[in-house]
């Protein structure tokens, strides 16, 4: 993937053009963006929220800034589709290399956000083709997952066509794992599966009311009311 981000990719055959998103793409995107009919199927699984309905220019150049900055961070990259024979951008296609513990580790994760009217099986087997061609040549990666809804009959179709096959597993982001958010913020990395199990097993604790740091009752320990002793003193008593 750091190839990817190296290189400022730019992909293209003779039906379409696939290079970094820019300013100059707004115009376009807008109709993408601001349209229902288009956002219905929008993937926006661990986006904290955003639904990516965007009804002027001015949010879309604040999403536009942000893309750009996780860009240079490396989080994701953004990419416009470029219909060639129009000469206009018809959709975005997000990769994002998958880290984590589970089995989409090592992934390819990408998001194909398209005007619904290209929404076609050869369509979507040529812009696919020509994108998996070249994260060949640049990553290396376990395998490449990518969303369809239900009612996306045409996607669903071209993805069978190229020998996608659906996942008995369901992908797990961070809003899916919130309780891991703040390890993740703090160490700058998911914790191992040992920890995992061992947090889960604190927040168990948490559940049944219990105290999750000591494994205890809560408030058994410390000072608690007894009969004073001899010089009027009460005792602290074990945890229970």
Known sequence: MNKLFESNPKIENSSYRIRLVRKKDLDDLLELYSNTDNIRYINNDDCNGDNFYYQSKEELIEKYTFWKHAYTKKWFIRLSLIDKKENKVIGVIELLKRGGYDSFKDSIVIRLDLISRYEIKENLVEILVLLENKLRKTCKYSKIAIKAFDEQKERKEALIALNYKLSSRKMIGLEDNKEYK??????????????????AYIISWN??????????????????????????????????
């Open 182 to 199: 703040y390890y993740q913020d703090k160490f700058g990395k998911m914790p191992q599966l040992k920890s995992m199990k061992y947090i």
């Open 207 to 240: 559940v049944w009311q219990m105290d999750g740091l000591k494994g205890v009752i809560p408030n058994s320990c410390g000072i608690r009311p007894s009969k004073p002793d001899l010089l009027g003193f009460t005792h602290e008593l074990p945890c229970q």
